[in-house]
Every structure is written in C-alpha cells, then in structure tokens.
C-alpha cells in the first residue's frame, strides 16, 4: 500500500511536467519541488506517516538545493508531526531532527541545532539494535559544527569517538 501510494505521489509530481499539463512551458525543478510539494499535501493529509516521510524528504532536497526557508518549512512541519503523534516511525524522527538540526546549523542557528543533534542522539540510543542508526551522521554533523565554531577540542573528541566505532567495526 505505501509502496502504490509512493509511486502515485511521484507520478502526480512528474506528471506536471507533460508538455500537455504544463502547455510547452518547460518547468524548473523548483517549479516541480514547489507543485510536487502541494500535492504531496493535498494527496497524503489523511496519512501522517506518509507526509512527516515526504515532508522530511522534499526538504532535504530543498535543503541541498540551498533553498533554506522552503527546507526550514518542511522539516519544521515534519518534525511536528512526530511531535505530535506516537504512532510516527521513531527512526523517521531520529532523521528529521538530524535533518533539521542540520539546516539550523547551516542558518548559522547553532543553539538550536545543537538541541536538535542532542535529542536525536538520544532518541536513536532507544531505537531497536536491529533499526538503523543514525549515531555517526548525528555526530559528525555536531564535530563539523563545532570544528567550524573553532571548539577545536570537543569536535576532535567527536572525531574520535567515530574513529573508536570505525575502528571496533573492522
């Protein structure tokens, strides 16, 4: 069911741009993100799982597209949602607040995403061992923030950490 009712969000959004929909005007991707955007939460309201995922994922594209309020937006929003309901998958969480925390650091918001880094470290130490896990994106998106705010000591201890885990998996 979530695997047609995926296929049927990506046909909506790439449908928009046929020629005959779109009468010969060639759309931009950000025209594309933008409708694709408003149909996802026009076709998937009734589906909160389904639209925290899509949310969270149409604003990391919009976040490496560079395009800041949008991402901010959608993940905003998606984040909401799994604040708001228990039934939202807990992985899913652990990656929107990474994904947000992420685009705080980048809007220069460093308290914020620090809080948000924090507490999807936490989250992802109660995930099931067998769910995937987060950790290392989780702290080197932190080492790299502190790295670039010259808090040289606490991102080399980071690294470290990584380096520890790299090194116990081999």
Known sequence: EKATLVASVLT???SQSNPNVSLGKEMTARELLD???????????????????????????YMDRAEYP???????????????????SHSDKVLTYLHLG????RNSQYDTARSLFYEALRM?????KAQTSYE???LLELAQMDGGLGNYK??????????AEANEGT
């Open 154 to 163: 606490r991102s080399d201890s980071l690294l470290n950490e990584l380096l």
């Open 136 to 138: 290392r994106d989780i």
């Open 102 to 105: 992420a685009l705080k650091y």
């Open 124 to 128: 992802n130490e109660q995930l099931p």
């Open 70 to 88: 949008q991402a901010d937006s959608l993940l905003s929003r998606a984040k909401m949602l799994h604040d708001t309901s228990s039934s939202l």
């Open 12 to 14: 909506e959004l790439f």
């Open 35 to 61: 409708k694709g955007t408003s149909k996802v939460q026009q076709m998937l309201k009734n589906d909160p799982p389904m639209l925290a995922k899509m949310y969270e994922v149409l604003g990391r594209i």
